[in-house]
Nanobody
Framework: QVQLVESGGGLVQPGGSLRLSCVAS????????IGWFRQAPGKEREGVSC????????YYADSVKGRFTISSDNAKNRVHLQMNSLKPEDTAVYYC?????????????WGQGTQVTVSS
């Protein structure tokens, strides 16, 4: 059974840093790309970053390039999102996400989310 559990959110001042973690189970990060999305109040959920361990490729939304870094620890089946130089507009619930092939179909899985609040 696929499960994603996020942690690491919190309240931080503008310019500060946070490190989010997502522990994955029920599949291997060796086989699937995994990513982070976020959703701010009143806004649609948007993709932030993702990583593919098979070839090491990464993706970042323009809004976070140069400030966020995604990494994976495949031995522990975890993915991390290091967020630096945080801005108030980064305030959102951050979700871990993976698409897994099951029974001939692709299924989307989401974690429960972790709140990030950037405010002075």
């Amino acid at each position: 059974q696929v499960q994603l559990v996020e942690s690491g959110g919190g309240l931080v001042q503008p310019g500060g840093s946070l490190r989010l973690s997502c522990v994955a189970s029920g599949f291997s990060l060796d086989d699937y790309a995994i990513g982070w999305f976020r959703q701010a109040p009143g806004k649609e959920r948007e993709g932030v970053s993702c990583i593919s361990s098979s070839d090491g490729s990464t993706y970042y939304a323009d809004s976070v390039k140069g400030r966020f870094t995604i990494s994976s620890d495949n031995a522990k089946n975890r993915v991390h999102l290091q967020m630096n130089s945080l801005k108030p507009e980064d305030t959102a619930v951050y979700y871990c996400h993976v698409v897994v092939a099951e029974d001939g179909h692709y299924k989307h899985y989401w974690g429960q989310g972790t709140q990030v609040t950037v405010s002075s």
